[in-house]
């Protein structure tokens, strides 16, 4: 893995493969793995590779305010996605950046120098996906955005897709989170899954495209990210407006407008998708009862949450109970 990091402007980061205990929690099936630490906190990267194709994922542990200073030694052309808090970058060619919590976008960078501003202590997750120039002129879906990108790439000149991140929505998610788990399976796997999102990822911007950007100040996308945590940490707990803005220090409308633009949902919608993905991965293989999944993600009544599951997957819980572990 051909980069170098410095944090504070100052400290060129040492990378080892012998990781701190507390990194291991994130680790990822299949990946090789490298980490630096310091004051700051801890960095780990994990590499997954295919046929040209190779996928980064990025935690960052920070004990405080940081800024990282990242290098790289070789254009980049990269499918990225900000999966957790909320950063900002500046790369050289194309300026400020603000990624929010699960933004994305397609960049390319003839040159990788960019800085990377963590405003608060924290975690912060990031995947890359980096493919070969190629790909662009494969067969892709339609966007006339892509015209004036592919030839920006061809002059090598700093690139990205659309001038304003997008807000993956859930079905978006799911194929990121089934992609880092990819590593598992065979290479072939990986590389069609990693081509499948990008052709995903650009029939979403043509259907749904974002042309304003996230109008929340960090500090208000900060609340909203905690106040999203908490939902996800408990899930018996059966969250009400009126709790998350005295969480928040929201009112009402910055809270729903807010969870709009960072997760395109309501508060109430977000929580029952969460405990919804939730009981599907714990019914799969026969670990746990109907019941006890019910019970697990906030419902005291089993009927409703059989009702509610067969209307989300519009198949029953004791179907899915019965299926094998993915």
Not at 28 to 34: H, L, N
Not at 186 to 198: I, K, N, V, Y
Request: charged share 20%.
């Amino acid at each position: 893995m051909q980069i170098k990091l410095i944090a504070d402007n100052y400290k060129e980061l040492s990378f080892t493969d012998q990781l701190p205990e507390m990194l291991t929690n994130y680790l990822i099936p299949g990946a090789s793995s490298v980490s630096a630490s310091g004051d700051f906190g801890h960095v780990l990267f994990q590499q997954l590779q295919t046929e040209g194709i190779s996928i980064r994922l990025q935690h960052f542990l920070m004990n405080r305010g940081c800024t990282i200073t990242m290098q790289e030694f070789e254009p980049l052309l990269k499918l990225r996605f900000h999966l957790i808090n909320h950063l900002h970058y500046h790369i050289e060619g194309l300026g400020n950046l603000l990624f929010y919590e699960q933004g994305y976008n397609l960049l390319y960078f003839p040159f990788q120098n960019h800085r990377i501003h963590f405003q608060n202590a924290g975690v912060y997750f990031s995947i890359d996906i980096h493919y070969p120039v190629y790909v662009l002129s494969q067969k892709l879906p339609p966007l006339v955005l892509m015209n004036d990108f592919h030839k920006k790439v061809i002059q090598q000149q700093p690139a990205m897709l659309t001038p304003v991140n997008q807000v993956a929505n859930r079905p978006l998610l799911t194929q990121v989170y089934q992609l880092m788990q990819a590593g598992k399976r065979p290479a072939t796997s990986l590389h069609a899954r990693s081509l499948t999102l990008l052709t995903s990822c650009l029939e979403n911007i043509s259907e749904n495209p974002m042309w304003e950007p996230v109008s929340l100040s960090m500090d208000e996308a900060q609340a909203i990210y905690q106040a999203r945590t908490k939902m996800e940490a408990d899930l018996k707990k059966d969250w009400t407006l009126k709790e998350l803005t005295l969480l928040t220090g929201l009112n009402d409308y910055k809270l729903k407008t807010g969870f709009q633009q960072l997760y395109q949902s309501s508060p109430a919608d977000y929580l029952r998708d969460v405990r919804m993905e939730k009981a599907w991965q714990l019914l799969s293989g026969k670990k746990f009862s109907v019941s006890q999944v019910a019970s697990a993600v906030g419902y005291t009544n089993l009927s409703a949450f059989s009702k509610a599951f067969k209307k989300y997957y519009n198949i029953t819980a004791r179907e899915r109970s019965k299926e094998h572990v993915e």
